[in-house]
């Protein structure tokens, strides 16, 4: 059984298990639309992330992919400039996919068939989508590519709360404070409590800067029992900020795409 299914299914429907849900805690609300907020304030963004996961109970990745790419990278400079290049180990291959726009020019690079294009650079970030292919936020899972979650793109391009769906499906909420090395930081837990027809429990935590209010960490821990064997299994998917700079210096540089080699130009949008 592949459970990240089960795990999809889950999270969309939280809410809905026939249980009654607890007010959503009003501190808790406000905290994530001061985070939100931040996003759409920035003028510029540097980030690194590294994303990794902790199996018990036979369960693997194949279960349980991460939620986007293993490497994130993301240079943002209003009005239109963006360097975004993530890599996976998913599938029978490693992959990386790169969105670039210095201002004049946006290109879309995949190393899987490692082909490229180029268009004129929309104005605004928010034109970002249109001008892109449809699926251009993707791993490649040795198959095709599916769908990326990455909350900064989600924030930063299409203009959307990341987790207002999370919120509107948590079953509990909770928020406390501590430190992540010198830094004091908002934890955030959303919890879904476990269906009656699909023996699995959700926790989302979400670890906010207290000076910048961007998310420094992020965990989805998924408990349940193996159908297979019985056997109770969690799966434990935790991103770490390498690079948080919400004030960054860029140049011309850091926004500059040179094809790969045998890298090949095909049509855009």
């Known amino acids: ?35 939100f907020a931040a996003y759409r304030s920035l003028e510029a963004l540097h980030i690194k ?102 909350l900064e793109w989600d924030a930063l391009v299409l203009d959307e709360d990341p987790i207002k769906e999370m919120i509107q499906a948590a079953l509990a909420a909770s928020m406390s404070s501590e430190r992540i090395g010198n830094e004091l930081v908002d934890v955030i837990s959303l919890r879904g409590s476990e269906s009656p027809s699909v023996p699995i429990s959700l926790e989302m935590t979400y670890h906010l800067s207290g000076a910048s209010h961007l998310v420094r960490e992020c965990r989805l821990l998924v408990r349940g029992k193996n159908p297979d064997n019985g056997r109770d299994f969690t799966a434990d998917l935790r991103g770490v900020y390498n690079l948080l700079n919400a004030k960054p210096s860029f140049t011309i540089a850091d926004f500059q795409f040179t094809p790969p080699r045998g890298a090949r130009l095909v049509k855009g949008k």
Do not use: C
């Open 1 to 35: 059984m592949r459970y990240q299914l089960i795990a999809l299914v889950v999270a969309a429907s939280l809410g809905f298990v026939g249980r009654s849900q607890q007010p959503f805690d009003p501190k808790v609300r406000a905290k994530l639309e001061e985070s």
């Open 49 to 150: 992330v590294s994303w990794s996961a902790r199996y018990t109970g036979s369960m693997s990745r194949d279960d349980f992919p991460l939620p986007g790419p293993d490497t994130l990278e993301l240079r943002m400079q209003r009005p239109n400039k963006i360097y975004l290049e993530a890599s996976s180990k998913s599938g029978d291959r490693p992959s990386t996919y790169l969105i670039v726009s210095d201002g004049r020019n946006l290109w879309h690079w995949r190393s899987v068939p490692n082909t490229y294009t180029q268009v004129p650079a929309p104005p605004t970030l928010k034109e970002l989508p249109k001008a892109l292919p449809d699926d251009a936020i993707g791993t490649y899972d040795g198959t095709t590519w599916t769908v990326d979650n990455i």
